[in-house]
């Protein structure tokens, strides 16, 4: 049997990087892609084949595509999209270039591979896309109203696409962890330093007392965090299936708040999704 193929992104740590391990471990064949060319060329050193994709730039998106293409003569199995990172903030000290700049890296971005993919999985007859969402995917918390944002698109989008996809090959799948161990809090604070004057707004006693010590105070992990394996584990099972669900939920708070989703007005939703 053909060893199978699979693309990666933001697999410089995090969920990518294990999964990444964890699916090479497997006999999957690996390209597991990076925004900075030096987390590529550590993961080449430790056996990886790693492309540079930056979703931000289109030109590293065809580039990354055309190599990995042009190393399994044109085909690819699956896509795991992923690379993703948060700009902290209450919505209304948000400039819309931060908004705008967050969906280039979490949507746009992954809209242009995702179209770049799909000519190739129905011209080989089988594909699996999987989109690493979460479960501000479906709920909100307060703070993260840009990242909120681009993940609501992408569930929006990826529905959209499973249902269009039904007469062809190709399988697309939503990934939805809450809490999991990674650096996108710590990534994060760049986002936040650039795009958001917190000593200005109005909230300044709420950044102060809340967002900045969740920031830059090193607090263990969250409640019901999970390894990234935990991803990794959900990936798996998308991409071995016969028939894929729809969507894969990841931790404790994920299950619990798609059923308070289901069963409660929003106003009572909106007082939990309050504390935060």
């Known amino acids: 049997m053909a060893q199978k193929s699979i693309l990666i992104t933001g697999c410089s740590s995090g969920i990518g990087y294990s999964c990444a ?42 580039a990354a595509l055309a190599e990995v293409l042009a190393a399994t003569g044109g085909t690819l199995d699956a896509l795991f999209n992923n690379g993703a990172h948060g700009t902290p903030g209450a919505v209304e000290d ?31 007859g089988h594909g699996r896309i999987v989109q690493c969402s979460s479960v501000l995917g479906f709920v909100t918390l307060p703070w993260r109203g840009a990242y909120n944002a681009t993940k609501f698109a992408l569930e929006g989008l990826t529905d959209t696409m499973r249902i269009e996809m039904r007469d062809t090959p190709i399988d697309v799948i939503l990934i939805e962890p809450g809490p999991v161990t990674s650096k996108i809090r710590q990534n994060a604070i760049p986002h936040y330093e650039r795009w958001v004057d917190w000593r200005t707004s109005a909230r300044r006693g709420q950044y102060e007392t809340g967002l900045n010590k969740r920031l830059y105070e090193d607090r263990g992990p969250d409640p019901f965090e999970l390894p990234a394996n935990a ?4 990936l798996i099972q998308a991409l071995n299936a016969t028939h894929p669900r729809p969507r894969y939920y990841v931790t404790t708070p994920t299950y619990i708040m798609g059923t308070l989703r289901r069963i409660l007005p929003t106003r009572a939703l909106d007082w939990v999704l309050s504390r935060g």
């Open 21 to 62: 391990i964890g699916l090479k471990a497997q006999g999957w064949r690996v390209f597991a892609a990076c925004r900075k060319q030096e987390d590529c060329d550590r993961l080449k050193a430790e056996g990886f084949e790693s492309p540079r994709l930056d979703y931000t730039d289109s030109g590293t998106i065809d």
């Open 94 to 124: 948000l400039p819309t270039d931060a908004l705008r700049a967050i969906f280039e890296a979490n949507f746009f971005g992954w809209h242009h591979l995702t179209r770049a993919v799909i000519p190739v999985m129905r011209a080989q």
């Open 231 to 234: 991803v990794l584990a959900k």
